[in-house]
């Protein structure tokens, strides 16, 4: 399959501060790409998705202000989680979907951010 | 919102043998598709297999297939000789919204 890497794999950051999280297709041109947020033993929830070149559509409940999401280029999207809160803590997915070929649909998975703040 | 329900929270399964997950939907799409995902301790997602809704034929993926029944709105996924390998969280997803079900954790016992 293809493959989604993800920058940095795990940060520590003070709370009130800003972290950015990178998620990049490395052999694929995604035109779309996900955001999700993982709590210990439940679900993935999708917080965001973002097509390339346009605003990214959030989900109810999540705070575009607080979640900062840019999908410049077909390779690379961005979370910035702005003035992180204890709360906040938590592990972050990012997938990417395009087309390879006739399999579309698919998604393919970064190996995620774990993002503790103090 | 379509909704993914996955009614078994933990399930364990003894080596070798043969385990089925279940997985029900709601959606008034008439076509869509249907993943089951895995997440080893790894935490990496993993696509186990995928079900297109207009196809009545259910997938089959080496040691996984899928019994999907659309007018019953249920996707569940059967797991054949099992191994030490497949303990995992399985998630089902929903294709055009991308949402998950709650999980199944799955122990493969030696």
Not at chain 1, 10 to 37: H, N, P
Request: charged share 20%; proline share 4%; glycine share 6%.
């Amino acid at each position: 399959g293809a493959v989604v890497s993800q920058h940095p794999s795990w940060v520590i950051c003070k709370s009130g501060t800003s972290v950015k999280i990178e998620c990049r297709s490395l052999d694929f041109q995604a035109t779309t790409m996900f955001w999700y947020r993982q709590f210990p033993k439940q679900s993935l929830m999708l917080m965001a998705t973002s097509n390339e070149g346009s605003k990214a559509t959030y989900e109810q409940g999540v705070e575009k202000d607080k979640f900062l999401i840019n999908h410049a280029s077909l390779t690379l999207s961005t979370l910035t989680v702005t003035s992180a809160h204890p709360e906040d803590s938590s592990f972050y997915i990012c997938s990417g979907q395009g087309y390879r070929g006739n399999i579309h649909n698919e998604q393919f998975f970064g190996p995620g951010t774990r993002l503790t703040v103090l | 919102a379509q909704t993914v329900t996955q009614s078994q929270p933990e399930m364990s399964v003894q080596e070798a043998e043969t385990v089925t997950l279940s997985c029900t939907y709601d959606t008034s799409e008439s076509n869509y598709y249907l993943f089951w995902y895995k997440q080893p301790p790894s935490r990496q997602m993993i696509l186990v297999i995928r079900q297109e809704a207009y196809k009545q034929q259910n997938a089959t993926e080496n040691r996984f297939s899928v019994n999907f029944q659309k007018a019953a709105k249920s996707f569940s996924l059967k797991i054949s000789d099992s191994q030490l390998g497949d303990t995992a969280m399985y998630f089902c997803a929903f294709d055009n919204d991308m949402r998950f079900g709650a999980g199944t954790r799955l122990t493969v016992k030696p």
